[in-house]
């Protein structure tokens, strides 16, 4: 489906009747959210989670159920009942995610899973129409305001570091596509996907499409976006930094770059992890790759070429957003990102100690999507709108998200008791 497509679809949504789905169509489409204060988001995330909990209850007898067990009342909840809510993502693993849906899920929307790199089931999770919207809206915005401007409509071109059939699996492929066709900005995937039917994951089967990078390359449209994993552009740095000085002339010939310019607001957007790559710390990747792609701001000043990284899962709705040297991992003003204590998953509040990431998205409407991805991160505060920043440090090891799933309560056991009934 086509951005217009799915905004039609979004549109004719029974659920928009609901006042609780109606306030965030509404919510989700302000970009003054950005400029509001955090105490103020906060309490609005507080009063979101009161009534998505109710909105819940009120659609899947599961959720009622549920919070009735937990002794939780959507009236009074607090951010800390979340931590009995949330579910690790290994349970949204094959057809895991089908369990957590509302009784009346609406049809018509897609699936999208994760890359399966990790030799497991991938996550698969469900996204209905006026998910899909949500997911563009929200997802543009946040963007739009860690990037520093709007992205002007029909203006500039964009190179995926990916093949387009992935655009109907992964979520973060999927968001980009959507929100530039809404803007009219043109994508060219820079890769092909081949031997479909060989072993590997979908990224162990992708090869560069020469003629469409070149096609990027060579366009004098700004700005110029590069979507990439950080090993793409790492490799090609890297490629530069090895040729002789004769090569380096030739290929200049021949495709102008280096260096690579992408003009005025033109930026490096990274994601998707190292996926099998051996890669230096990300610092390192961003001091070699600005010897070889260049950028101007939005008045037409030289500056270092802008790098935005983006901490993305099939599980969430949104991503979380930095920008290099100028903010940390910073989630949508709706998302409420909590950390648990590595040792005793308990709420953590204290700033600067690793923690076991949460997230919380009120904004979605199929399925209460609170979950733990397996992450740990650190806190800090930050001046944003959000009044924290969170840095990335790594991945739960094997044993660790297995301590995860043993540790978590709430949803987790609810799950395990329905398996022990049906058994019985």
Known sequence: MSSSEIFKRA??????????????WELIGDASLFRKSPDFLESLRRDLLRSSLDFFRRHSIYYAQLFERLQIDPKSAEFADLAKLAVPADMLRGDGHKQFLIDCVEPGGEYFMSSGT????????????????????????????????????????ALFMAAPELRHRLSFVAFVQLTLDL?????????????????????????????RILKF?????????????????????E????????????????TGTPPISLGRGGVIVTGGGTKGYDLPPYDEI????RKYFTAKDLSGTDVPVPFMDVLGMTETLTALLDKYGTVNKIPHPLSEVFLLDPKTYEVMDEDGKEGVLGIFNPFVTSWLETFYPGDLVTAMPSKSYYGR???????????????????CGGTMEEMMRRGQARSE
Not at 222 to 237: D, H, I, N, W
Not at 242 to 248: A, H, S
Request: hydrophobic share 40%; net charge positive; proline share 4%.
């Open 239 to 254: 490629k530069f930094e090895k040729m002789n000085f004769l090569k380096r002339i030739m290929y200049k010939l021949v």
């Open 11 to 24: 549109s004719e949504s029974k659920l928009l009747g609901d006042p609780y789905v109606e306030k965030v």
């Open 389 to 407: 920043e969170f840095k990335y440090v790594r991945r739960f090891t094997v044993e660790e998200g297995w301590g995860l799933q043993r540790a």
């Open 217 to 237: 390359l060579k366009s004098k449209a700004e700005p110029k976006l590069l979507f990439t994993a950080p090993a793409g552009v790492y490799l090609l740095s």
């Open 286 to 289: 961003v001091s070699l790759s």
């Open 118 to 157: 990790t030799g497991k089931d991938p996550v698969k999770v469900y996204r209905s129409p006026l998910d899909l919207a949500i997911m563009i809206k929200a997802n543009t915005y946040l963007f739009e305001s860690v990037y520093g401007s709007a992205l002007q409509e029909g203006k500039g071109i």
């Open 183 to 211: 803007k009219r900005i043109e994508l060219i995937y820079g890769m092909d996907l081949v031997q479909e039917d060989a072993a590997g994951s979908q990224w162990q089967k992708l090869v560069p499409n020469k003629e």
